[in-house]
T-cell receptor, first 116, second 114 residues
């Protein structure tokens, strides 16, 4: 297993454009999380899925943000009408919802978004 | 809601010297505690965790952290650092709610000097 992967690793877009990021979790993991990390800060929780169900969304996730995990495997995070304040590193993590393993989240390398 | 404070944003330290990274948390319920490390240009890696049992937990590369409930702290220590320990370290807590989502501190950047 190669771990959690994210694509693209870097994205530069102009304000007002839509962007979509993809996350592929560790294959047997049924939980998938999205976090956002701005410069000099720790990651902040955005949302999580258990299988294909989105079970929690942070207030940070405005209406311009939407996340999906249609088949309970990979997930996409779309940002519509991007703003400069959306510039950040978007991190994906996965875990196995089983006993103590459920507390161990494995993170991908992140997608760095720059909105110009 | 819970919060995590890492008091030091940067810690310069000489090779083979000890280091301590401070982490304090605030929560109205019981928490589970974690330290993650982020090496340059890499993703976050779990360094160690406290879920239950012994309040002193250790990692395979010589780090240890102690859960102190009365002080609401989970400080990270290493008795002798290596150049390869240069990284950013994040303390995080989970209450077990919302799929065990993590609340992170702001991070401490450790720069090990030769």
């Amino acid at each position: 297993d190669t771990g959690v992967s994210q694509d693209p690793r870097h994205k530069i877009t102009k304000r007002g454009q839509n962007v979509t990021f993809r996350c592929d979790p560790i294959s047997e993991h049924n939980r998938l999380y999205w976090y956002r990390q701005t410069l000099g800060q720790g990651p902040e929780f955005l949302t999580y899925f258990q299988n294909e169900a989105q079970l929690e969304k942070s207030r940070l996730l405005s209406d311009r943000f939407s996340a999906e995990r249609p088949k309970g495997s990979f997930s996409t995070l779309e940002i519509q009408r991007t703003e400069q304040g959306d510039s950040a590193m978007y991190l994906c993590a996965s875990s196995l919802a089983q006993g103590l393993s459920s507390y161990e989240q494995y993170f991908g390398p992140g997608t760095r978004l720059t909105v110009t | 809601a819970q919060s995590v404070t890492q008091l030091d944003s940067q810690v310069p330290v000489f090779e083979e010297a000890p280091v301590e990274l401070r982490c304090n948390y605030s929560s109205s319920v019981s928490v589970y505690l974690f330290w993650y490390v982020q090496y340059p240009n890499q993703g976050l890696q779990l360094l160690l965790k406290y879920l239950s049992g012994s309040t002193l937990v250790e990692s395979i590369n010589g780090f240890e952290a102690e859960f102190n409930k009365s002080q609401t702290s989970f400080h990270l220590r290493k008795p002798s650092v290596h150049i390869s320990d240069t990284a950013e370290y994040f303390c995080a807590v989970s209450t077990g709610a919302a799929g065990n989502k993590l609340t992170f501190g702001g991070g401490t950047r450790v720069l090990v000097k030769p």
